[in-house]
């Protein structure tokens, strides 16, 4: 399979942020906590180009299923992303630095 060219790594992502201001392609994820409450969300991947509470723009939300975890995905076609791609991150009134992210897209 060729390379994929234009692809860019965003992290560690750490607070709420605009990865990109167009339409895009989400090709991994990766985040990792400490010290959450099973059922907090983790965070949000956001068809937007800021933070929005309109449920029809959470393209994924990730929640913590332990304590302390890491949760990992990859989708090898680019999960798509119309507006924009924003990562907002869950748990507020977590430990600082108690939640990190990278993910790759285009």
Not at 73 to 96: L, N
């Amino acid at each position: 399979m060729p390379r994929i060219q234009g692809l860019f790594e965003k992290g560690p992502l750490n607070g709420d942020e605009q990865i990109k201001a167009l339409e895009g392609y989400v090709f991994s994820l990766t985040v990792a906590w400490k010290g959450l409450t099973v059922g907090d969300i983790v965070c949000q991947l956001q068809d937007a180009t800021a933070a929005t509470s309109d449920p029809s723009k959470h393209v994924l939300t990730v929640y913590a299923a332990t304590a302390n975890g890491v949760w990992s995905r990859e989708w090898t076609q680019g999960k798509k992303f119309d507006t924009g791609i924003f990562y907002k991150e869950g748990a507020a009134g977590g430990p600082s630095g108690s939640i990190l992210a990278e993910l790759t897209a285009k």
